[in-house]
Every structure is written in structure tokens, then in C-alpha cells.
């Protein structure tokens, strides 16, 4: 049993005896009032001095058990065990039966019926009220049976039927009243158990809710948010925890004369009663942003959430407040992450984007225009390879410092790339003012940087795109600029370039040509054409340059000129070199096989299919599948290639010379042509541009150009071809200054296969000109 159920148990005996002997007084006197009666009834029939003698001992038992109730009540508990109060009580009880009880056994009369009916009524009556009232059932045991034991011991003992008789029943019913006090015995226990057991459960859940609420308390008051109680009305302050009296430095007493508008600033009662509203109106919390001021007068921003209490009377807000100053500098933290560059501290491509939608609708409403330049560095590749990725950083660390010098506060300037930059321009009355700036902008690239002790150079190459009239998206204006971008780079870069709408429709055109040139030469739209090279000492071909020809069942023939370009942009030259490397090989292979003849044969590469690495393997491929040696394959390059500041191009070039290939240089005289770079890469032959030739019978300065290279070449013993050899006047001018190897048109432009392997099986010592 555990200590819950004893103390039930113990709650229960003590409620039963309580009521046994609260109830005992009552009974007592009216079972004194009823035998009053009841030997007053008797009186006559029998002798008065031994009535009055019983009536004194009855006076006497029931006194005593008024002063037992007595004594009970005032000193309870205090001095003697319940078991103890309870046994005085079945003797009180026992000795009051018994009393009774001997009435009739003492005065007992067998003459009349009526007596007899007196005599058991007159016990009954009292047992009826005892029933209910003793709720100890030994003691209405012992109370019943020297009640009713005489009557049923006279009536039986009258040898009379009748009385036999009624004495039997008498006995039943006796019988009857102890099955019946039992059971409302046992319901009285049952009753006070359940009473006693829910008494406890609910004394649990109420120290346990109590525990709860101190401990949530403790809580509340140790942390390190704020929480203030208000009174709604006044705005005075009830209570607040430790928290709000660490953070705002006052004393629990000072804040006992605050108002609220003293602790959150810029809230009055006006102010605050409308901030509140929503709480009568059923919402349950409402959030506040703003700030608290300390009793310093310093402040700090918080958010608060406010609850209201309607059961108070007058009602409370509780505002539990946090101080958010470290949240906001995080907020401010992301923001800045999200919309500035890390490195220049510039705005970023995300800024621009967000940002665009109020700039486009500032303009359409004051009918302005918006320019975005968009502009990167021309040679930053470079500059980041070669000396080195803090170098690549802080140029454009100082980039973006010289773009923002050039700039109004109005102007926006964000990188949104690598080393590309955008500019926005609000506001504008005239486009003209763009070109202004651009032209600032593209001028203040020419001086050099001072970037970790290295003197850089690097220039911009600037597009132009203007909000309303190019586009109406930040897409469309991005991607027009830069277009104009590229178009500004093929200029020549250094310079700017407006988008024009021609632009668009070339790169739209472009684009077109791009996707068909993809399945080329799956669609076996590509062929080779020869141009042969002639020997003129010997007048002999020796060799032909393998040019790459588009005819595309769609779009027609397409020019070299046009497609190449293309090609390169799109990363697709690879596919067309290595197609272009082995169908020539192959076809130099057949020259020998038909006709005997062991020519070479010229390759143009481009200088996109050096920077991949795989050129070197595709030449081996195309070497290997065709047979052809490698010595009889030229591979034509031009000077940006050798230009290019990476040692990648020269260590392929050794290698490709190494394994006997041989190096022409294409377009020679066109670029940057100089004697250092000859002597660095490992050529063996000189191409002179077709521009020179055909200047050669109109201009003074085309001839002292040729010459100068022919005398280069024979200095570096590089062997020399002068392409687009048009007439026998510039013809007979090479042929003067000891130039041997001519290709163009006056002998045969490029031919298709067919028609060079027919010049090849005529064997004709010098070829006539031909047409395609
Ligand atoms: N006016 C004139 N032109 C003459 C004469 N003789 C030859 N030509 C043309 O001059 C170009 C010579 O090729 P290129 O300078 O390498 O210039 C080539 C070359 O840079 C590029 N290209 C052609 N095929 C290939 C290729 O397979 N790979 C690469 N990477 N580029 C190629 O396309 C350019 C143009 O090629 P084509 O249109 O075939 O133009 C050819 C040829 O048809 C002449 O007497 N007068």
C-alpha cells in the first residue's frame, strides 16, 4: 500500500468517525426523548420506582456518550489514536442498546398484542434512524443486537404461536437492517474513497501545475529576454523580470514608476493603443519592431511581441522583447553579401537585377532614358596567368576604383563578372551623354596601373545598350551591350560601341549559321579544296593548301571567312581541324598512290586549337590513319598565335617540330611581324600576305615591304611562298628577288578534289590558271 491509499484510508476512518460521533449527540437526545415517551406509555403497567431507576441509568449512559461526543470534538487527534475514539464509541453504542435493549427484558408484558407491537416498534423505530446514522457497522451490530435481542428472546420464550411468530419476524427483519448497514457502510466507504482519491488527484495536478508555473517562472525571470508587464490602460509598469532590468539598467523600483513610452522609444499611449488594437479584437499576438532606451539614454533595437490579458481587471500587456541589434547586423551582413562584390565592393549582378525594376520605372514615368555600359578588360587573361592571381585582384580592385572616379553618386557600378564591369546611367536627356562617358571611361584605361610593383597595361573594350529604345529588360539591355561589346573588341578593342539593331540581326545571323555549322559534317556538308603551290624555277606543284569549303544544303554556300570565325567562338574549330587534318592527309596520300606524286600539304590551324591541347594528339591521329609522313604536312599558323603571352603555343610547336612537322607562317607582314619572335619559334616557312602581293605593281611602300620580308626570310634561311599571286607582273617582281614557291589564282585557285587530282593526272609542267 503505498502512502497515497494509507492516507485515504486514514481520511475515510477519520470522516466515518466524525460523523459517528457528530451524529451521536443528536441521536442521543432523541433516543431520550422517544424511551421518555415510551415509559411514559408504560408507566402504568409496571412499577414506577423501577422505571424511573432505568430511566436514570439510560439519562446516564446517553450523558456520557454526549460528553464522549464532547470530549471528541475538542481534542481529536491530538491525544488518542482513531482506533481508540472508535472503540469508546462501539462501547458508548453497545451500553446505549443495551440500556435500551433491557427495557424489555425488564418490563415485559405477554397480556396484550399492543404492548407487544409497542415493544418491537419502539426498538425498530430506533434501529430505522441508526441505519443511517451509525455507519460503523460492528457497532450497529452490537447497537441492533441489544436492541432487538430481548424483544426476539421474550417473544420466543412466550411459548404463544402468535408471538413465536412475530418474534421470527422480528428476527428477519434484524437480519434485513445488517445486510442493509452493511451495504451502506460499504457505499459510505466507497463514496469517501472515490471523493478522497479525486481530492487527491486534483492536490497532484495543482502542485504539479504549480511546479510547472515556479518553474517557468524561474525561467522566465533568469532569461535573457526582456519581459515587462503593462498595465494596458496607464502604459504603467506592473513587473519585470531580470532580464529587462539587466539590459535597460533601471532598478525593479525605478521601474515601477515607468511608463512604457519610457522604455520603447517613439511609442505613446496614443500610438501604442493603436499598435494594440488587434489583441481585443481576438488576435492573439501582436510584433512590434523598434527600439528601447536604457535608463543610460543609450538605445538598442528590439522586437517585441505583445499579448494582452483580458481576465485582469484592468488588463495587462505582457511584451517579452528581444534585443535584435545582433540579428540585424547579420541582416546587414547577407544583404551586403548578396548585393556587393567582395573584392571591389562594387554592386553585384544580383543588386543590378533587383535593382533594375524601380531604375526602368523612374525612367518611363519622367520619360528619361537609361544607358548600361557594359565593358571588361581586354587582355585581364593574360595579366591574371602571367603575374599571377593577386595581381588579377588588385587590378581590378583598382578598376573599379577608377571606374568610380569617372562617375556621378547617381551612376551605378557593379562588376558582374570576372573582370566585367557594368555601368548604369539614370537620368539621361541624351544618349549622347553615354558616348561621353564611355568615352571617359575607355581614355582612362590607357594609362597604366600600378599593381604590387608591375607597371600593367590593360585597356577596355565597352558596349553600349540604352533603356527604352534598345530593350525594356535588364536581359535584353545586358545581352545587347554586350554585343556591342564584341563588336567594340573586333574594332580593334580599346574603344566603345553602341548596340545597333543591325548588330542584332548579324548575331542573330550568326547564331543561325553557329547551330547549322554544328551538323556540318555529320550532314557531309564540308569538302577540302586544293590550291596548289608552285615551284617557279622548277614549274611544278609541290605542294597544296587544304581549304576548308561550307556548302550547306540549307543555307547555301557559306565563306570561310564567315564560318571559321564562328567556329572558333563556339569551340566547334576543334571538331572542323581534326576533320579538316585527316581528310587532307588522307588526300595527300592519294596523290601518291594515284599518281606517284609526293607533295605536302598545308593545314591552316587556328589558334583556339592550340590553347585545348589536343592538337598535338590530332595531328599524330591523322598522321597514323592516313600514312602520310610527317614531314610532307605543313601546318599553317598565324602571328596572334605566336603573340599570345603563355609559353603553351612554343612548347607545341618544338614538339610538333620535333616530330618533323613543318611550321609555316601565315599572313606574314600583317600583324606584328619582327625578327624576335622568327628566331623563337621553330619555322621553316614564310607566308607573305596576298595584301602585299596585290600591292606589289601599285605601291611603292607594298614593294619595300616585300622586299624587307624576303630579306628577313633568307637571313632566318626560312623558306618563302608568296600567296595570291595574281599576274605575271608580280609574278616576275618575286621571281626577281628569289622567291620560289607562288600559290594564287594566276596559276589556280583552291579546286575541288576532283578537279586537283585531274590537274595532277595531266602533268602538266607549269598548270595553267583555272577556274573552281
Ligand atoms: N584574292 C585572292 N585570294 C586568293 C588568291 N589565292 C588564294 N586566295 C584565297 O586566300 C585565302 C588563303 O587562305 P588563308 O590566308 O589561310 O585564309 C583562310 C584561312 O584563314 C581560313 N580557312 C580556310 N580553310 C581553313 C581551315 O581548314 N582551317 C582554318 N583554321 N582556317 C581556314 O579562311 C581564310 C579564307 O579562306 P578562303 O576563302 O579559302 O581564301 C583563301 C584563298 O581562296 C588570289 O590569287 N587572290
Request: with cysteine; proline share 3%.
Given at each position: ?59 446516564i ?11 471528541y ?37 405477554q ?31 452490537l ?31 434484524v437480519?434485513f437492517f ?18 478522497f482519491e ?5 492536490k ?6 504549480n ?21 494596458a ?51 492573439e ?8 532606451r536604457?535608463?543610460?539614454?543609450s ?72 544607358a ?7 587582355n585581364?587573361?593574360?595579366?591574371n ?44 536627356h ?30 577596355i ?23 556591342a ?18 548588330m ?12 547549322h ?76 598512290k ?13 589558334p ?11 595531328v599524330?591521329n ?8 610527317p ?19 612554343l ?6 617540330h ?21 628566331r623563337?619559334?621553330p ?62 589564282y ?24 583555272q577556274?573552281?
Amino acid at each position: 500500500m503505498n502512502s497515497q491509499t494509507a492516507e485515504i484510508d486514514a481520511n475515510i476512518e477519520q470522516e466515518r468517525i466524525d460523523n459517528l460521533y457528530r451524529r451521536s449527540k443528536t441521536a442521543s437526545i432523541t433516543l431520550l426523548l422517544i424511551s421518555t415517551v415510551y415509559v411514559l406509555l408504560i408507566a402504568k403497567s409496571f412499577p414506577l420506582a423501577h422505571l424511573i431507576t432505568w430511566y436514570l441509568v439510560l439519562v446516564i449512559v446517553l450523558a456520557g456518550r454526549l460528553v464522549a461526543a464532547h470530549w471528541y470534538e475538542s481534542a481529536r487527534n491530538r491525544r488518542h489514536s482513531l482506533t481508540f475514539w472508535l472503540y469508546l464509541f462501539r462501547f458508548g453504542v453497545f451500553v446505549a442498546g443495551a440500556t435500551v435493549g433491557s427495557l424489555n427484558l425488564f418490563f415485559f408484558s405477554q397480556e396484550s398484542l399492543s404492548f407487544l407491537l409497542l415493544a418491537i416498534i419502539f426498538p425498530f423505530g430506533i434501529i430505522v434512524g441508526a441505519v443511517t446514522i451509525l455507519l460503523d457497522f460492528l457497532a450497529f451490530f452490537l447497537y441492533v443486537s441489544t436492541l432487538m435481542g430481548p424483544v426476539i428472546f421474550q417473544t420466543s420464550i412466550a411459548g404463544d404461536q402468535l408471538f413465536g411468530g412475530i418474534g421470527a419476524l422480528t428476527f428477519i427483519l434484524v437480519l434485513f437492517f445488517l445486510k442493509f448497514s452493511k451495504e451502506y457502510n460499504n457505499n459510505f466507504v466507497t463514496t469517501s474513497r472515490l471523493r478522497f482519491e479525486n481530492k487527491a488527484l486534483l492536490k497532484n495536478l495543482e502542485e504539479e501545475r504549480n511546479q510547472l508555473n515556479n518553474r517557468l517562472g524561474r525561467i522566465m525571470n533568469d532569461s535573457s529576454i526582456e519581459i515587462f508587464v503593462f498595465n494596458a490602460r496607464t502604459l504603467r509598469c506592473l513587473q519585470v523580470n531580470r532580464g529587462a532590468i539587466e539590459n535597460l539598467g533601471y532598478t525593479k523600483e525605478e521601474f515601477a514608476a515607468l511608463h512604457l513610452p519610457d522604455i520603447f522609444v517613439n511609442l505613446d499611449l496614443h500610438s501604442f493603443s493603436r499598435l494594440i488594437q488587434p489583441l481585443y479584437g481576438g488576435r492573439e499576438v501582436v510584433i512590434h519592431k523598434g527600439e528601447n532606451r536604457r535608463k543610460d539614454k543609450s538605445s538598442y533595437p528590439v522586437e517585441a511581441r505583445l499579448q494582452l490579458s483580458k481576465q485582469d481587471d484592468p488588463p495587462i500587456v505582457v511584451a517579452t522583447v528581444q534585443n535584435i541589434s545582433e540579428r540585424i547586423e547579420w541582416e546587414k551582413k547577407l544583404i551586403f553579401q548578396a548585393n556587393f562584390d567582395q573584392l571591389t565592393g562594387l554592386r553585384n549582378r544580383h543588386y543590378i537585377q533587383a535593382y533594375m525594376h524601380s531604375v526602368f520605372t523612374r525612367a518611363r514615368r519622367q520619360q528619361r532614358k537609361v544607358a548600361l555600359l557594359f565593358m571588361d578588360l581586354d587582355n585581364f587573361k593574360n595579366i591574371n596567368d602571367t603575374l599571377g592571381h593577386d595581381v588579377g585582384d588588385e587590378l581590378l580592385r583598382q578598376t573599379a576604383r577608377r571606374i568610380l572616379t569617372l562617375l556621378r553618386e547617381s551612376d551605378i557600378a557593379a562588376r558582374t563578372g570576372g573582370d566585367e564591369f557594368t555601368v548604369l546611367l539614370e537620368n539621361l536627356h541624351e544618349v549622347s551623354n553615354a558616348e561621353l562617358v564611355a568615352g571617359k571611361l575607355v581614355k582612362e584605361f590607357r594609362h597604366p596601373f600600378k599593381v604590387n610593383g608591375h607597371e600593367v597595361y590593360t585597356t577596355i573594350s565597352l558596349g553600349i545598350s540604352i533603356y527604352p529604345d534598345d530593350g525594356s529588360t535588364l536581359d535584353q539591355l545586358m545581352k545587347y551591350a554586350d554585343m556591342a561589346m564584341y563588336q567594340a573588341k573586333n574594332n580593334g578593342r580599346n574603344n566603345y560601341c553602341f548596340f545597333s539593331h543591325e548588330m542584332r540581326r548579324s548575331s542573330e545571323e550568326q547564331m543561325m549559321i553557329s547551330t547549322h555549322l554544328r551538323h556540318a559534317i555529320a550532314r557531309e556538308e564540308l569538302s577540302l579544296y586544293y590550291q596548289p603551290k608552285i615551284d617557279i624555277d622548277r614549274s611544278k606543284i609541290i605542294g597544296a593548301e587544304a581549304l576548308l569549303r561550307w556548302h550547306s544544303k540549307d543555307l547555301g554556300s557559306i565563306s570561310p571567312e564567315i564560318f571559321i570565325p564562328l567556329a572558333e567562338q563556339s569551340g566547334l574549330i576543334n571538331d572542323l581541324g581534326n576533320w579538316v587534318l585527316q581528310t587532307a592527309c588522307q588526300e595527300a596520300m592519294e596523290w601518291e598512290k594515284r599518281y606517284g606524286e609526293k607533295l605536302h600539304v598545308s593545314v591552316n590551324i587556328s589558334p583556339q586549337q592550340f590553347r585545348t591541347g589536343i592538337l598535338f594528339e590530332a595531328v599524330e591521329n591523322a598522321l597514323s590513319l592516313s600514312g602520310l609522313p610527317p614531314e610532307r604536312l605543313e601546318l599553317e599558323i598565324t602571328e596572334s598565335l605566336l603573340l599570345q603571352d603563355s609559353d603553351e603555343p612554343l612548347a607545341l610547336l618544338r614538339a610538333l617540330h620535333e616530330n618533323r612537322i613543318r611550321l609555316a607562317l601565315d599572313d606574314f607582314g600583317t600583324g606584328y611581324s619582327s625578327l624576335s619572335y622568327l628566331r623563337r619559334f621553330p619555322l621553316q616557312v614564310l607566308k607573305i600576305d596576298r595584301s602585299f602581293i596585290s600591292g606589289l605593281t601599285v605601291d611603292q611602300s607594298s614593294c619595300a615591304l616585300v622586299d624587307a620580308i624576303i630579306a628577313m626570310a633568307h637571313s632566318l634561311e626560312l623558306e618563302l611562298v608568296a600567296e595570291g599571286v595574281e599576274n605575271e607582273n608580280e609574278l616576275t617582281f618575286l621571281r626577281q628577288r628569289g622567291v620560289e614557291i607562288i600559290q594564287g589564282y594566276f596559276f589556280s585557285p583552291p579546286l575541288p578534289v576532283e578537279k586537283f587530282r585531274t590537274l595532277l593526272s595531266e602533268k602538266e609542267e607549269t598548270p595553267q590558271v583555272q577556274s573552281p
